[in-house]
Nanobody, 120 residues
Framework: QVQLMESGGGLVQPGGSLRLSCVAS????????MAWYRQAPGKERELVAV???????AYTDSVKGRFTISRDNAKNAVYLQMDSLKPEDTAVYYC??????????????WGQGTQVTVSS
C-alpha cells in the first residue's frame, strides 16, 4: 500500500557532502513523523534524525551541527543533508515514515536503504 523510496547515497571523501531523498507513495492519508536511520556493519540500526509533520526536529548527538533533516509535505518527501561527513558516518541509511492510510490506520514503513560510504 505504501512505499518509501530513497535515493542519493554514494561514495564521498571525508569532509564532503551528500543529500539523501526519500519519497513516499501509495495510499496515503497523512504522514506523521518521518525519520532517517542508519546501520553500520556489525552495529545495530540507530536513529539519525526525525522530523514531525509540523517541523520539530531531533538528531542523534554524533550528527548534530552536520546533518539537517527537512521535508516537503506536498511531495510526501523527506531529505537528509549531510555535511562534513566522516568515515564513521558510513552505513546503510534507511528512510522511516509513520504513515496513516486512513484516519485510524497508522503504521510504520521503511525504505529499502541506500549505502553511504565515506572514504578517501
Amino acid at each position: 500500500q505504501v512505499q518509501l523510496m530513497e535515493s542519493g547515497g554514494g561514495l564521498v571523501q571525508p569532509g564532503g557532502s551528500l543529500r539523501l531523498s526519500c519519497v513516499a507513495s501509495g495510499r496515503i492519508f497523512t504522514i506523521h513523523d518521518m525519520a532517517w536511520y542508519r546501520q553500520a556493519p556489525g552495529k545495530e540500526r540507530e536513529l539519525v534524525a526525525v522530523m514531525t509533520r509540523i517541523g520539530s526536529t531531533a538528531y542523534t548527538d554524533s550528527v548534530k551541527g552536520r546533518f539537517t533533516i527537512s521535508r516537503d509535505n506536498a511531495k510526501n518527501a523527506v531529505y537528509l543533508q549531510m555535511d562534513s561527513l566522516k568515515p564513521e558516518d558510513t552505513a546503510v541509511y534507511y528512510c522511516n515514515g509513520n504513515i496513516a492510510v486512513a484516519p485510524l490506520r497508522r503504521d510504520v514503513y521503511w525504505g529499502q536503504g541506500t549505502q553511504v560510504t565515506v572514504s578517501s
